[in-house]
């Protein structure tokens, strides 16, 4: 078989059989395809608030016909990646495939982009591996199978970078000895449209995270570079680059108009900058540790949040890592190489001897098999891509230099494209070298034939080591090692997931009917579950909060193990026939209440029991649902929610303490079960810890219910709006 037709420019290689290229990055894209749909609803290993609000709150206001460019809820979120989200829920519903699919989809295109706008600026082996490396890597995968809107803004700056180098290459030149067809020289599309292009997808990034804001300052920064080594080129597209970011500019004004009138809405952007706002008060040394931290993440120790990492894990292993730096070290020096001629030239000009620069070379144009192929490499060498490259790493991190936490992963996810491209560098110098050495023009090592010595094989070698190195660590420590972690199971609900998997197989079983401890934060545990149920289930648990309540009917009830420490315990016992579920023990109460005359209240709720001990201050309230509940709507609200917009519970207890004249000494509210699961005949208790104040002596306890959203009492059916109790009798009234 004849060797790859190659054609050597300037320490440059470009493949001309181009469709072995495009059946390689055919199968990366299958693998990540692969990498990122197996085993989808079980990886990550449950349901995190992050994506419930993000898909069941804030996508269902798009499907509601509440279309905003910037959405206040969660301390703000721009509107594009709801609006692409809310579809999907409506096709497939909530559920895996609706929630999490569309990251997959964005996670997955940023795998052939990087490859085509890597081979643009340095050349196929550096498109490749930079491509074959995001596609597996542990970074990648975290942010491409959940439903948060980060893993968006790879893909757009990639788009966005990829037309503005094409608007860059897409020059007229005049090949010198041979007459080419015009059509042949140039891009079928103006520059004004590769870079208008640019300027769009720049512009989209502002409208998926706050992160997308800093792109254009890669642009920016590159620009202000060629001013100084590539004048004439930029002095040849400033048109088309100037038009980018009007383009950019024209297409933002309507988001940055919207965040104007509601400034209170981007207060995530405030919580998150502490390090920047010591700065401005004078004091560096936060950021110089945040600088640190992140520098250190490719190799030393990385994000420390459970939620996207194994704490504290470096992004690479200790080869990869070096082949990483190696890469930064060789764009810095590609980057630096023309200022000794540029400071030459400035300072003959300055000493009066004005020498003009020398024109900016053509664009290495080969006529192959009545094709012009256009090298990968840009203008100058790797110049000016290493400067690119270089820049758009270190704005891509800078998130981690001024926010909370540092070395976070979702903060300086614009530099990830970028850091595999620094680790692929090395490979392609590796491969132009060789080419240079032994296939152009010199003699390979002595006694072995040029036949036997492909081209490709030593970077074909590098790059199959690299990529064993990442897939070996990378993959089981994604899809093994971080979620079977404890925090990482209690953070994304693993055990509810496991249980809903427990009850779809036998939903005729026992346990339809029971109670499950919670921690009870809002309702994000109850509809966890609820999504994980499939419909056929016929189960209704009720939720609570172990360290205040305890469900004395349904008798069953489910402790998630560690037990959750409750003043119930001594009184309960494992359920007779049950086995644990995931961490969860079946339980059930060994106690009666003694009988009480009830007391109902209008909404449905009747007082059964009432008890309070001097020596512990604590009033304990038995309830039955002797009705079906009278209850405000219930909404889904955010976490935190828009500015003005009220989601606290909507019915509370209260427990007081009364002096002699009937004034306030001591109260408890509080709700500690989930009103909204309770169910006919449900009977429970709750705890109001009274505390006393040193030197007032109470008379009186009173309790009842309430709205605490518009502070109005719930009256009981003979028209009080509290139960009162004399505490020196213990009756009554």
């Not at 909060?545 to 959750?564: D, G, M, N, T």
Request: contains cysteine; glycine residues 6%.
């Amino acid at each position: 078989m004849n060797p790859p037709h190659i054609t050597h420019h300037a320490s440059r290689i470009t493949f001309h059989r181009f469709p072995l290229e495009k059946t390689l990055i055919v199968s990366l894209t299958l693998l990540a395809f692969a990498a990122r749909v197996w085993q989808l609803a079980d990886f990550p290993p449950g349901w995190r608030d992050d994506e419930l609000i993000n898909s069941l709150v804030i996508s269902q206001k798009v499907l509601d016909g509440d279309w905003q460019l910037f959405y206040p809820d969660a301390s703000g979120n721009e509107g594009f990646y709801f609006v692409l989200n809310a579809p999907m829920l409506a096709l497939f519903g909530a559920n895996f495939v609706g929630m999490r699919l569309l990251s997959v989809f964005w996670g997955l295109t940023a795998v052939p982009l990087t490859w085509l706008l890597g081979r643009k600026m340095f050349g196929p082996w550096v498109g490749l591996l930079a491509a074959a490396g995001l596609a597996i890597s542990f970074w990648s995968l975290m942010y491409s199978r959940f439903a948060l809107r980060q893993i968006v803004t790879p893909t757009l700056l990639l788009l966005a970078f990829y037309f503005f180098w094409r608007g860059l290459l897409s020059i007229k030149y005049q090949v010198s000895g041979v007459t080419h067809p015009a059509s042949l020289l140039t891009a079928h599309r103006s520059l004004l449209t590769d870079y208008g292009i640019a300027g769009f997808w720049l512009a989209l990034g502002f409208y998926v995270y706050f992160a997308g804001r800093g792109v254009p300052l890669i642009l920016l920064a590159f620009c202000g570079y060629m001013a100084v080594v590539a004048w004439p080129l930029l002095r040849r597209e400033w048109r088309g680059i100037a038009w980018m970011f009007v383009v950019t500019a024209v297409f933002v004004i309507p988001l940055f108009i919207t965040i104007q009138r509601q400034p209170e809405a981007e207060a995530r952007v405030g919580e998150l900058a502490g390090p920047l706002m010591a700065a401005r008060a004078g004091d560096f040394s936060l950021i110089q540790k945040h600088v640190i931290a992140t520098l250190s993440m490719f190799h030393a120790d990385g994000d420390a949040e459970w939620l996207y990492n194994i704490p504290h894990r470096p992004i690479f292993g200790p080869l990869v890592a070096l082949f990483m730096w190696a890469g930064v070290l060789i764009a810095l020096y590609y980057t630096l190489k023309p200022f000794p001629e540029w400071a030459r030239q400035a300072g003959t000009r300055f000493r009066g001897r004005q020498k003009p620069l020398p024109p900016v070379p053509p664009l290495p144009v080969t006529h192959h098999a009545s094709r012009i192929t256009h090298h990968a490499s840009p203008i100058t060498g790797y110049r000016l891509p290493s400067a690119f490259l270089l820049i758009w790493w270190l704005v891509g991190l800078s998130p981690g230099f001024v926010s909370v936490p540092p070395a976070s992963l979702g903060h300086t996810i614009i530099a990830l494209p970028a850091t595999y491209m620094l680790m692929a560098l090395p490979v392609g110098v590796v491969s132009n070298w060789v080419i240079s050495n032994w296939v152009i023009g010199r003699k390979p090592p002595s006694n072995y034939p040029i036949t036997q010595l492909p081209n490709y094989l030593i970077p074909l070698m590098l790059s199959i080591l690299l990529l064993a190195t990442i897939a070996s660590r990378d993959l089981p420590d994604y899809f093994a090692t971080w979620p079977q972690r404890g925090m990482v199971r209690f953070l994304y609900r693993a055990d509810l997931h496991e249980l809903a998997a427990y009850l779809n197989e036998k939903p005729d079983s026992i346990m339809a009917d029971f109670a499950i401890a919670s921690l009870l934060d809002g309702p994000w545990d109850r509809v966890a579950l609820q999504i994980d149920l499939d419909e056929e289930t016929a189960v209704a648990p009720r939720w609570y909060h172990p360290e205040r309540a305890l469900f004395l009917q349904p008798a069953l009830s489910l402790y998630w193990s560690p037990v959750i420490p409750s003043p119930y315990a001594d009184w309960l016992e494992p359920a007779a026939g049950q086995t644990a579920i995931a961490h969860f023990a079946p339980v059930q109460p060994a106690l009666a209440l003694p009988a009480q005359t009830p007391v109902c209240f209008a909404n449905g709720l009747c007082s059964i029991h009432v008890a309070y001990d001097p020596a512990t201050g604590v009033l304990e309230l038995g309830w039955r649902v002797a009705r079906p509940l009278d209850l405000p709507p219930f909404t889904l609200i955010s976490n935190p929610p828009p500015p003005g917009v009220y989601a606290g519970p909507r019915l509370a207890a209260f427990g007081q303490l009364l002096a002699a004249d009937g004034s306030f000494v001591t109260g408890d509210d509080g709700f500690w079960v989930d009103p909204y699961t309770l169910q006919l005949g449900d009977v429970f208790l709750q705890q109001h810890r009274l505390i006393i104040p040193p030197g007032m002596q109470p008379i009186t306890a009173a309790f009842g219910l309430y709205d605490p959203m518009t502070g109005a009492r719930i009256l009981t059916d003979d028209g009080r709006d509290a139960i009162t109790i004399d505490l020196s009798t213990k009756s009554s009234p």
